[in-house]
């Protein structure tokens, strides 16, 4: 099992962008990052290999997130810009033992979650 700890997040305007972190505490495989709006299911944002060369992206993702890890430090960022109130939403990161794209969307293939950090983008 792996403790993830989640950091960033905060209110902002449409067209910011925002930094979210997620630290693990040792070395992780495939993270991934979900988010969940109020009163909405949980859905995949983006998902990172465990040697960071592979990445996939939900199409609302796709052009404006970018996934990235630093494997230095076990940590693995999610850079959101031009930012929408459509964005708005509780994030999650994710960590699974294998990198499948089909099926990171997949929230059962998940083992470990991180705490959730909060985004909220103002109009």
């Known amino acids: 099992q792996v403790q993830l700890r989640q950091s960033g997040g905060g209110l902002v305007q449409a067209g910011d962008s925002l930094r979210l972190s997620c630290a693990a505490s040792r070395r992780t495989y495939a993270v991934s990052w979900f988010r969940q709006a109020p009163g909405k299911e949980r859905q995949f944002v983006a998902t990172?290999?465990?040697?960071?060369?592979?990445?996939h992206y939900a199409d609302s993702a796709k052009g404006r997130f970018s996934i990235s890890r630093d494997s230095a430090n076990n940590t693995v960022y999610l850079q959101m810009n031009i930012l929408k109130p459509e964005d708005t939403a509780v994030y999650y990161c994710?960590?699974?033992?294998?990198?499948?794209?089909?099926?990171?969307?997949?929230?059962?293939?998940?083992?470990?979650w991180g705490q959730g950090t909060q985004v909220t983008v103002s109009s």
């Open positions: 994710a960590a699974r033992p294998t990198y499948y794209s089909k099926t990171a969307s997949d929230r059962r293939t998940y083992s470990d």
């Open positions: 990172i290999s465990g040697s960071g060369d592979m990445t």
